[in-house]
């Protein structure tokens, strides 16, 4: 077996034990926002979040710490942290449920059809670029959410809230049907 291979297996990473550090994160989170009703503890748990999360895939590249645990861990906390937040805003933003919903339910299919390909065809496959999009509109969608009554003082404008909501929910929409696609397709040429 090839050292490339060996490190695909490996569990014990710096970047899959800092991808358990953001699922640890993610009550703390929780509890900023609706425990403590603070918004900017939250958009700094968050950043901070996003900067780990940052931080994992460029360690995992450049030390050559590219595990399978890792392509899975990584998206799961990315993806918790963001039906966690969601699930926050609901409370203030009711149609925040569309995307929450849509998210949750993308994220079932993608992960149980996920599952089925590695179990078809023996590889974790990586994130692709819709994903990543969607990944982008959220954090952007919620930030600006929380940021907005930090710097002004106000509510966020009804308009622009359902705007950056709609945008969102479409980038959402748009990876679920190509990983679930994507997946599809693998699981059937691998039955050939």
């Given at each position: 077996m090839n050292g490339k291979n060996d490190n695909t297996k490996r569990i014990f990473t710096i970047p899959n034990v800092i991808s358990m550090l953001r699922l640890l994160m993610i009550p703390f989170i929780?509890?900023?926002?609706?425990?403590?009703?603070?918004?900017?503890?939250?958009?700094?748990?968050?950043?901070?979040?996003?900067?780990?999360?940052?931080?994992?895939?460029?360690?995992?590249?450049?030390?050559?710490?590219v595990s399978d645990l890792g392509k899975a861990l990584d998206p799961f906390a990315d993806k918790l942290t963001q039906i966690a937040m969601l699930f926050c805003l609901v409370f203030r933003y009711k149609y925040m449920l569309i995307p929450l919903i849509l998210l949750t339910v993308k994220e079932f299919i993608a992960g149980t059809t996920g599952i089925a390909v590695i179990k078809a065809t023996?590889?974790?496959?990586?994130?692709?670029?819709?994903?990543k999009l969607a990944t982008v509109t959220l954090y952007l969608m919620l930030i600006l959410h929380l940021v907005w009554p930090i710097v002004t003082g106000a509510d966020i404008p009804r308009t622009v809230s359902v705007i950056?909501?709609?945008?969102?929910?479409?980038?959402?929409?748009?990876?679920?049907?190509?990983?679930?696609?994507?997946?599809?397709?693998?699981?059937?040429s691998s039955e050939k």
């Open positions: 929780i509890w900023a926002y609706v425990g403590l009703g603070n918004n900017l503890l939250t958009v700094i748990l968050i950043a901070v979040s996003g900067l780990s999360d940052v931080l994992d895939g460029f360690i995992a590249r450049r030390f050559n710490m023996n590889k974790v496959r990586s994130a692709e670029w819709h994903g950056s909501v709609a945008v969102t929910t479409a980038a959402v929409l748009l990876s679920f049907l190509l990983y679930t696609a994507r997946n599809i397709r693998l699981i059937r």
